[in-house]
Antibody, heavy 119, light 107 residues
Framework: QVQVQESGPGLVKPSETLSLTCTVSGGSISSHYWSWIRQPPGKGLEWIGYMYYSGSTNYNPSLGGRVTMSVDTSKNQFSLKLSSVTAADTAVYYC?????????????WGKGTTVTVSS | EIVMTQSPATLSVSPGERATLSCRASQGLSLNVAWYQQKPGQSPRLLVWGASTRAAGVPARFSGSGFGTEFTLTISTLQSEDFAVYYCQQYNDRPITFGQGTRLEIK
């Protein structure tokens, strides 16, 4: 049974870069899309973007070009970098597996990691 | 960007009754809509994909319907564990977008 788990710093200073890693266990990172989604405190879900295991990406334009995703197939991990963070980026960040199709929905979710942006 | 509008924002229903949650899209989506359940302090759980296909392990009391711009999630006989927030999501176009959620609370 595939599981995913987020890891990374819980506190990031304003204007710095948020970096998170998602580790996939119980299955291969290949042949799937891998998404990041976030949820500000008390609010709804926002899709940040996804990457395909081959390295192609698609990011949400609402984040203004601040997003970079990468994959390390040898470690079964994929990563998120969000630059120039502000308090508005404070949220629970989830990684999730997308089904192996362009029309992909998220069928496996991590438990989420809380990131606070504060000096 | 496709906007997903869920209604109502909050739905109060008694256990054992039926709940109907709605989701309207700003553009046609064919059947590329999913529904998720989120309980406090937990990550979202996939319930339905392809507008009407239940995910593995999801009880039969959950059913999805719709096509194009109008979608519905119905919970036929509410159990205590069903009180949660429900989100619809479109994956027909990029960016992928979610509705703002419907909170299902005990009446």
């Amino acid at each position: 049974q595939v599981q995913v788990q987020e890891s990374g710093p819980g506190l990031v200073k304003p204007s710095e870069t948020l970096s998170l890693t998602c580790t996939v266990s119980g299955g291969s990172i290949s042949s799937h899309y891998w998404s990041w989604i976030r949820q500000p405190p008390g609010k709804g879900l926002e899709w940040i973007g996804y990457m395909y295991y081959s390295g192609s990406t698609n990011y949400n334009p609402s984040l203004g070009g601040r997003v970079t995703m990468s994959v390390d197939t040898s470690k079964n991990q994929f990563s998120l970098k969000l630059s120039s963070v502000t308090a508005a980026d404070t949220a629970v960040y989830y990684c999730a597996r997308g089904t192996p199709s362009y029309y992909n929905y998220m069928d496996v979710w991590g438990k989420g990691t809380t990131v606070t942006v504060s000096s | 960007e496709i906007v997903m509008t869920q209604s109502p924002a909050t739905l109060s229903v008694s256990p054992g009754e039926r709940a109907t949650l709605s989701c309207r899209a700003s553009q046609g989506l064919s059947l590329n809509v999913a529904w998720y359940q989120q309980k406090p302090g937990q990550s979202p759980r996939l319930l339905v994909w392809g507008a009407s296909t239940r995910a593995a392990g999801v009880p039969a009391r959950f059913s999805g319907s719709g096509f194009g711009t109008e979608f519905t999630l119905t919970i036929s006989t509410l159990q205590s564990e069903d009180f949660a927030v429900y989100y619809c999501q479109q994956y027909n176009d990029r960016p992928i977008t979610f509705g703002q959620g419907t909170r299902l609370e005990i009446k």
